[in-house]
């Protein structure tokens, strides 16, 4: 098992990766100090890892939550469902919400925690290799509006995560997939190092080989968390964190969420985010190749779907990553060095707009 | 004019009080940076301070949410109203959301501009008197669940608060009566000067006198903001400020909220509050007799609803001042002097319940 400590004054907390850890007595138990316990979960997970989840919480006062499954229900009405459970349990201020599963679940899971009764503790459980390595880390929580991803929510930080990668081997490929975008984002952004660790190992992590997956998860984290604290409540450097997010958005609101996998939109996204640095000079044609290539390797689509330039830059003006009108968007100096850039040429972006979606003949 | 200054490090805010305040060109707009502002209002606000205060924003890029009236309201439900109306006018993280209205709105609008985005600045320009001795004052915004008052919130302290005392006129007195109860609440719990003031000045008050209007809520804001200052999260002596809300909770929640006011009730949960204090041998049946007799001049319902002990003991569990299943209550060791009692002897709260919640013959 590996543990990461996570720095944040007195909102730090503790990361812990590893196979079995589910199973591991005392270990869930001792990262939850409350004795009033409530799981969120979703009819997708909670018959594959519920049982376990509870019985390494004997003891405490166990109630759960079950929701649908899917980015679609990430909703206030949803949400709602955890508000009325913690009431209906009467939990205090001292409970704890544990989330057990995807973003989605980590995300609603969160965003109730921080509501209750004005703030109650959180644990995160993720079961989704996305989940593992980004949403579960930065205390990022919320729902999203019928016109924009995550329009409501809050910063709360969890007081403990724990990865058990064994919940990976029941995740569908295309999730696991999903998944790894993110992953390859980390070192797109900040570790040119670890991109290169990951070209060498992505069969290893396609098939699953533990040590692989703490790795790369663990070293993902560690990513993350170095940018969070410098930047927790987003004002800054934390924005690198949305590498092809805001090209992604455009794909999913376009799609309607579900039909792209967020982190399969991310990858299509950071493909155009590679395209537009190459345009503006900063990376090589070869280096937008190689972007290419590793998510192609990792089974990610990247084919944006023809909705247009047009309608592609209204859905990015929609997105929440938008200061005063003006687009900012992350972009590569180079493989390794991502940056927040708010005055991008409108003729480049077009550009790039144009070759991705654009109807291919 | 009076200008408090609150205290709170990055998160400090001045509180203006004084009267004519809406109809001073460049004070809301001085106080208000951003460029986009949602002004939230309700029915019954919106037709008598709308455009005095838009009035005051010429320049901005304003829109209005204009929710329905009434505690009732205060609900998920309503609050996503706010969330459409901050998306569907492309509002973005500089946005600023301003409260015009009672404490259902500060709260709610509070409560919205802490979610949307992760939080937006907002501004509250209390119209009730309630809200411009309490709700506005002190950072915590909410909403109801249909089981439990507040259940649902966010800490997030105000820009600015502006309260124009000219707004009361248009108060209904019984409002402005309830407002009262709060405004007697900080004497009994930190300032026995005080409340000799307001034994003195009561008349005045009840007529709008514009100097005393002015004294008494700049010296509840005070009282409160000393309080919240040392305490902004609630973990201790901010309890203080509920004086008389347990039991006043219980009584609104067996009434369905809107039947009592909740400075109503808070009234007569003060009461109670000295009652049991009585019966501890902190205060004398003089002291109680003092309260009692303030409480009445100020037109506040001194009867509780027959609902019977039981029922009360119940619905003050559910409130959300439990903590691990004990219920903490504010008491008063003398007459200006609040205190916070954890274990307070079963009979000695039974006796009190008895002698107010049960059917009198």
Redesign the interface.
């Given at each position: 098992m590996e543990r990461l400590h996570i720095e944040l004054g007195e909102r730090s907390y503790p990361i812990l990766v590893g196979p079995g850890l589910l199973g591991e007595a005392g270990l869930l138990a001792g990262a939850i100090a409350a004795?009033d316990v409530l799981v969120v979960s979703n009819t997708t997970v909670a018959p594959l890892y519920l049982a376990r989840l509870g019985h390494g919480l004997a003891g405490k006062r166990l109630a759960e939550v079950v929701l649908p499954d899917g980015e679609r229900f990430k909703t206030?009405e949803t949400?709602?469902r955890v508000?009325?459970a913690?009431?209906?349990h009467?939990m205090?201020?001292?409970a704890c919400v544990v989330a057990l599963g995807g973003g989605v679940v980590g995300d609603m899971a969160g965003f109730a925690a921080?509501?209750?009764?004005?703030?109650v503790d959180y644990v995160q459980v993720p079961t989704t290799l996305l989940a593992q390595v980004d949403s579960s880390v930065g205390g990022?929580t919320?729902v999203n509006?019928p016109?924009?991803k995550n329009?409501?929510?809050?910063?709360h930080q969890p007081r403990a995560v724990i990865s058990d990668t064994d919940t990976l081997r029941t995740l569908p490929p295309r999730e696991l997939r999903a998944g790894l975008a993110e992953v390859i984002k980390y070192g797109l952004i900040a570790d040119e190092t670890f991109l290169g660790w990951l070209e060498g190992n992505l069969e290893a992590l396609l098939a699953l080989d533990p040590a692989a997956l703490v790795y790369a998860i663990r070293r993902s984290c560690e990513v993350k968390a170095e940018i969070v604290a410098e930047d927790e409540?987003?004002h800054g450097r934390r924005a690198l964190l949305n590498l092809g997010h805001t090209f992604g958005h455009a794909i999913e609101t376009a799609t309607g969420y579900g039909e792209w996998l967020h982190g399969e939109a991310v990858g299509a996204g950071m493909l155009m985010a590679a395209d537009l640095s190459c345009r503006l000079g900063w990376l090589a044609p070869a280096d937008v190749d190689r972007v290419r290539a590793l998510l192609a390797r990792a089974g990610l689509p990247l084919a944006s779907p023809p909705i247009g330039a047009g309608r592609a830059l209204a859905l990015m003006g929609?997105d929440?990553k938008?200061?005063?009108?003006r687009i900012r968007l992350v972009l590569l100096r180079r493989i390794g060095d991502g940056v927040v850039e708010g005055s991008c040429p409108a003729d480049a972006l077009q550009a790039t707009l144009a070759a991705h979606f654009e109807a291919r003949a």
């Open positions: 004795r206030l949400l709602s508000f009325d913690l009431v209906e009467r205090n201020r001292d921080a509501c209750y009764q004005r703030g990022k919320g509006h016109l924009g329009l409501i929510g809050a910063f409540r987003e929609m929440k938008v200061l005063a009108g």
